[in-house]
């Protein structure tokens, strides 16, 4: 048994596009020591935020992050930070991307409240039960009221709320933020940011109103015992079930409450936990502290360095002693892959990971062994369940500009489909390919991606489907559907049938006629 993985703390930033989870990450990293400089975070477009929103950080701060997966370490803690694209479009990648974390921090904008993409988010998050630490963000501007955010949090997310660090005025009249749990004032340094702390005896010490002055003191003092009164009590077990959430106020960009939630991640942030796995033997739960070695894909990135054809699957460790060297089966092929350069993501450079243990990322460089939902294991026969493909619902021919490219056009997307940034479908008849997306960026995305990367100019042009189901159940049944519709028939590119239909009511239909064919909506793969 190894009890490492204690101290590692693997989780993602959930938030609606603006809302600071750049500037947030930015400031966690600089909190802990990562890195020693921390500037603002410029300068976005949705391309660049469709790839990844870490990739400003590196172009800006010369450091070398990569898009995905980032380690650091602070208070005794591992923490394992990883990337949730922040564009609009809801995407597999960021459903995968929750499913390889143990908490969540969603940061809301005080201006707007709970938006769009984070109540999605969120909803990925409630699906396992992740733990998650709200940090209302930008205090330091005009907002709004305290109590209507965190009413609005309780009531659309059927949370209970703990706030634990209380905003001192806002926007103009912004004096700092209160440490409800510690009783200590965050203020302002000398360059307009938040600089020290000072340690009262409660919120009754005088110097509180001699700091701050009498009415932004007594206004305060008054929220902060309705709050207290009013608001669930702070119960970790609550938090860690996905029960409730501690809320810090603050502002990622002024400093203020930044430490005190990374010290919140440290202290009560659950380590990793069982993980559900399909074995010959049955439905099983792989333990972290388990000695055999296990873990899964839950991302492809290719051509992160376009100098180099790298394409890097990250792997999160479910359980054992991971050594450098080591050799692990892949689930979907049966073969066995020697991990001689694993690699750890750190702030400042990319290191070769010796050892990692439940909870870490490690990403291992390959030529297309691995793919996402690939299982890795020391003893093989087991798979992670959890991490499905879903039906696209955006179909598209790839019409290529130049047909004598299509071998490379072949490469690019068979390359696209192990990132899990597309699903690529080959009709059985004819010599088209279709590219299903979940999310309509994500075209624009692949697209540009198959020009710069692999110089294929290609146009998505739309086919007639919009709908895309697998078929599975009585194998006769199957046999005789697909015999029947052929022309609405194709493969993934794992060789399973798919039926293309041409609305989800025409899908509808065909289910409702042919009672012993299944058409699944989701895919998970043994
Ligand atoms: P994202 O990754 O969630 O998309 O958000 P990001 O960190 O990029 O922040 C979005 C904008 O909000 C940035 O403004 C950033 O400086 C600002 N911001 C982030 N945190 C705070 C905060 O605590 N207080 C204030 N006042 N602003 C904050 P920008 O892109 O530089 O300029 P603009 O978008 O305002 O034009």
């Known amino acids: 048994m190894t009890d ?34 921390a500037g603002e975070v410029k300068a976005r477009g949705e391309r660049r935020r469709a790839r990844s929103d870490w990739l400003a950080i590196e172009q800006k701060r010369g450091i070398s992050v990569t898009t995905s997966a980032m380690t650091f370490r602070h208070d005794g803690c591992v923490f394992n930070l990883l990337d949730t694209p922040g564009h609009e479009d809801f995407s597999e990648d960021t459903y995968r991307t929750l499913t390889a974390v143990d908490s969540a921090v969603m940061v809301i904008d005080a201006a707007k409240g709970i938006e769009n993409q984070t109540r999605k988010l969120f909803e990925v998050c409630r699906l396992r ?30 949370l209970d709320v703990c706030p634990r660090v209380w905003p001192i005025g806002t926007g103009g009249q912004f004096k700092g933020c209160y440490d409800m749990a510690h009783h200590r004032l965050l203020l302002e340094g000398d360059n307009g940011k938040f600089g020290r702390t000072v340690q009262l005896s409660g919120a009754g010490d005088p110097e509180f109103e ?30 860690r079930h996905g029960a409730l959430t501690p809320i810090c106020f603050g502002s990622a960009l002024k400093e203020y409450s930044v430490s005190e939630l990374l010290r919140d991640v440290a202290r009560f942030a659950p380590p990793p936990s069982a993980q559900k796995a399909h074995t ?14 296990s873990g899964f894909v839950f991302k492809v990135q290719a051509n992160m360095d376009p100098n180099h054809r790298d394409r890097i699957a990250f792997v999160r460790l479910c ?42 990322i490690i990403g291992i460089p390959n030529h297309g062994a691995l793919g996402v939902g690939d299982t890795l294991s020391e003893n093989g026969g087991v798979k992670f369940s959890g991490l499905p493909d879903f039906a696209p619902e955006i179909i598209r021919r790839v019409r290529l500009a130049d047909p004598m490219k299509s071998k490379q056009m072949k490469r690019a997307l068979t390359a696209l489909a192990e990132e899990g940034a597309a699903q690529v ?36 042009e739309p086919c007639g489907y919009d709908a895309v189901r697998w078929l599975a159940g009585d194998e006769a049944a199957v046999n005789a559907f697909i015999a029947l519709n052929q022309s609405a028939i194709a493969q993934d590119r794992y060789g399973s049938p798919v039926y293309l239909a041409r609305s989800a009511w025409e899908a509808g239909y065909a289910e409702q006629k042919n009672p012993l064919v299944k058409f699944l909506k989701t895919r998970e793969r043994v």
């Open 4 to 37: 490492a993985y204690l101290n590692r703390r693997t989780f993602a930033i959930i938030s609606h596009p603006d809302a600071g989870k750049t500037t947030l990450t930015e400031k966690l990293l600089y909190f802990s020591g990562a890195i020693r400089f």
């Open 129 to 158: 039960d992740i733990p998650i630490m709200t940090f209302i963000n930008k205090v330091d501007r005009e907002g709004r009221d305290p109590f209507d955010l965190i009413d609005e949090i309780a009531d659309q997310l059927a």
């Open 210 to 239: 001699a700091i701050v002055g009498e009415d932004a003191a007594a206004l305060a003092r008054e929220t902060m015992a309705l709050a207290a009164d009013g608001y669930a009590k702070f119960n970790v077990e609550q938090y």
């Open 280 to 293: 010959a033997a049955g439905d099983v739960e792989i333990m972290p502290g388990d000695p055999s070695v």
């Open 319 to 360: 359980s054992g002693e991971f050594r450098r060297g080591m050799k692990l089966k892949v689930s979907r092929t049966g073969k066995l892959l020697a991990v001689n350069s694993p690699t750890f993501f750190l702030a400042q450079e990319r290191n070769l990971a010796e050892e990692a243990v439940a909870g870490d």
């Open 425 to 460: 479908f080959t009709p059985i008849l004819g010599a088209d390919f279709y590219v299903g997306v979940v999310g309509a960026l994500q075209l624009d995305v692949i697209e540009e991606r198959m020009k710069s990367e692999y110089g294929v100019a290609a146009a998505m």
